[in-house]
């Protein structure tokens, strides 16, 4: 089994800061890529960031620029700074691994249980 938690989620005031961590734990031969989406109420889920392995880094347009995402591949463990943050952040945001549990597996997506971000005054 595999597990992914996320922390560091809370409220905050636009422009301010937060930074999200995913640690992923259980039987794990390997991690290909580890990501974080974001969903707000009545809204799609959506892309945030995502990293590979190697350290190739993806952006949505929205947070380029003020979202920085990263993984200790020592520890499982992926990170999302969030810097200038504003109101339309607010989101649950939820962590998301391309997760090899053999050395000839293929990758399974994986999910954590989500962390609230809210921006507000």
């Known amino acids: 089994q595999v597990q992914l938690v996320e922390s560091g989620g809370g409220l905050v005031q636009p422009g301010g800061s937060l930074r999200l961590s995913c640690a992923a734990s259980g039987r794990i031969f390997g991690i290909d890529v580890m990501g974080w989406y974001r969903q707000a109420p009545g809204n799609q889920r959506e892309l945030v960031a995502t990293?590979?392995?190697?350290?190739?880094?993806s952006y949505a347009d929205s947070v380029k620029g003020r979202f920085t995402i990263s993984r200790d591949n020592a520890k499982n463990t992926a990170y999302l700074q969030m810097n200038s943050l504003k109101p339309e952040d607010t989101a649950v945001y939820y962590c998301?691994?391309?997760?090899?549990?053999?050395?000839?597996?293929?990758?399974?997506?994986?999910w954590g249980q989500g962390t609230q971000v809210t921006v507000s005054s």
């Open positions: 990293m590979t392995s190697g350290g190739i880094t």
């Open positions: 998301n691994s391309a997760i090899r549990q053999g050395r000839f597996s293929y990758s399974l997506a994986y």
